[in-house]
Nanobody, 126 residues
Framework: QALLVESGGGLVQPGGSLRLSCASS????????IGWFRQAPGEERVGISC??????????LYADSVKGRFTISRDTAKNTVYLQMNSLKPEDTALYYC?????????????????WGQGTQVTVSS
């Protein structure tokens, strides 16, 4: 049983939008730093965004490749973290993962997260 579950992926045309969700039935995501990663075919997994825990003020960080187009946010009531992706490009095509880290402040360095989801596929194509 996956402890982090991603959803919301799919096929979208260039310029379109998708919203990915990362939810957990086991963890209180507010207490954790949550990161989003993606891995394109033949490439390494890369981090694209992170939001620090609620106690460390939900500071959001973005990779340059997605800054200004993607937004990470929390819904405490739903115990879910979202990644809103706008102005999607074909190069955004990848398997997207969320990950969680038990950090009291900030976001982990690199991929030093404690828990990982199974991933959701995003394909941007006309």
């Amino acid at each position: 049983q996956a402890l982090l579950v991603e959803s919301g992926g799919g096929l979208v045309q260039p310029g379109g939008s998708l919203r990915l969700s990362c939810a957990s039935s086991e963890y209180t995501l507010d207490d954790l730093a949550i990161g989003w990663f993606r891995q394109a075919p033949g490439e390494e997994r890369v981090g694209i965004s992170c939001i620090s825990s609620s106690r460390s003020e939900n500071v959001a960080l973005y990779a340059d490749s997605v800054k200004g187009r993607f937004t990470i946010s929390r819904d405490t009531a739903k115990n879910t973290v979202y990644l809103q992706m706008n102005s999607l490009k074909p190069e955004d095509t990848a398997l997207y993962y969320c990950a969680a880290a038990s950090l009291s402040w900030g976001c982990p360095i690199g991929d030093e997260y404690d828990y990982w989801g199974q991933g959701t596929q995003v394909t941007v194509s006309s």
